[in-house]
């Protein structure tokens, strides 16, 4: 019989100071009112019940493949460098949609012994930080090359002095994708934490569906954190840690994420059912076979600045 996974969501709410700071940045009902639960909850299942049809919609980007396979072999060069037995796996903490990866950065220093991937789509802002590493196809000489390598190398060492740090360009979805299809990486890998840190809210309503919880991706992400499941190597978070953390300054956005989750819940979402059903077979059901195949039963420093209130969403396993 198949373990029903059970999480608990807890809303914290940081109230240091009782004035709140209103900026440009500030956003609360009266710019976007709540999403209505019906709504929200047609929208949330739509997405579980034809995560097929989106997952085999498109490829993943070249990128994406590339960034991630980097992933794979940091992954391996960590345990490597840790001696870890074969049979272990590494303790991975994601910074999804990092920015610039000054959280990445702070969170390897906080987990010293995971590795931190912060992936974010925008090469604009993952070049402000030097732990950043491109490949470079302009025409620079050899001896500007290097030098602007050991220049870089000097900076990466003080902004990533574990050395547990891997930023990387790639589209969140995708990479997603590949750590739930990837046996390299679920055999060398394990997910520790998941981390949002004020993910765009895209608070005008005509863009509902651009928000996280109410992306098709929705379903992917809520997997990232259910992959071990009852095959876990043991080294597994303690019951009081936190395995997914979302943090906005947006309170209606996480009220309506934690409803997501629910409604996810409620439709019994599985890892191990998805993976038994379609990524077992290599893909080979047909996307038009979507429906059912869950067992249905009944960009943080602007945002910091817009006030004192932070709040986050805490998924326990």
């Known amino acids: ?64 493949a590339e960034a991630f396979q980097e992933a794979v072999d940091f992954v391996n060069e960590f345990k490597e460098n840790k001696l870890l037995p074969d049979t272990s796996k590494v303790n991975v903490i994601l910074d999804s949609g990092c920015g610039t990866g000054k959280s990445s950065i702070r969170l390897g220093e906080m987990y010293p012994d995971c590795v931190v991937i912060g992936v974010d789509q925008s090469l604009a802002r993952l070049s402000k930080n030097k732990s950043y590493k491109q490949s470079d196809d302009s025409e620079e000489s050899v001896s500007e090359k290097q030098t602007n390598a050991h220049i870089d190398d000097q900076q990466n060492n003080s902004n990533n002095q574990n050395g547990n740090v891997l ?112 990524l077992a077979s290599n893909g080979s059901r047909s996307p038009d076979t979507a429906d059912g195949w869950f067992p249905t039963n009944e960009s943080a420093m602007k945002f910091e600045s817009s006030g004192p209130n932070r709040m986050d969403i805490l998924i326990k396993d």
């Open 1 to 64: 019989r198949r373990r029903r996974r059970h999480f608990l969501g807890v809303m914290s709410m940081d109230n240091s100071d009782t004035t709140t700071k209103v900026t440009q940045y500030t956003i609360n009902d009266s710019v976007c009112p709540p999403t209505d639960a019906e709504t929200l909850e047609k929208i949330v299942q739509k997405h579980i019940h034809t995560l097929p049809r989106y997952w085999f919609s498109r490829p993943v980007a070249n990128h994406t």
């Open 167 to 278: 930023l990387l360009r790639a589209e969140l979805s995708d990479f997603w994708k590949c750590c739930l299809s990837s046996i390299q990486w679920q055999e060398s890998a394990s997910i520790y934490k998941h981390y949002l840190l004020y993910p765009n809210p895209y608070p005008k309503k005509s863009r509902l569906k651009s928000r996280f919880y109410a992306h098709p991706a929705f379903p992917l992400l809520m997997m990232t954190i259910m992959m071990d499941g009852d095959d876990s190597n043991g080294d597994v978070l303690p019951a009081e840690e936190d395995k997914l953390v979302v943090r906005s300054n947006w309170k209606g956005y996480l009220n309506e994420f934690k409803s997501a989750i629910n409604i996810w819940q409620d439709c019994g979402g599985s890892f191990s059912e998805w993976n038994k059903t379609y």
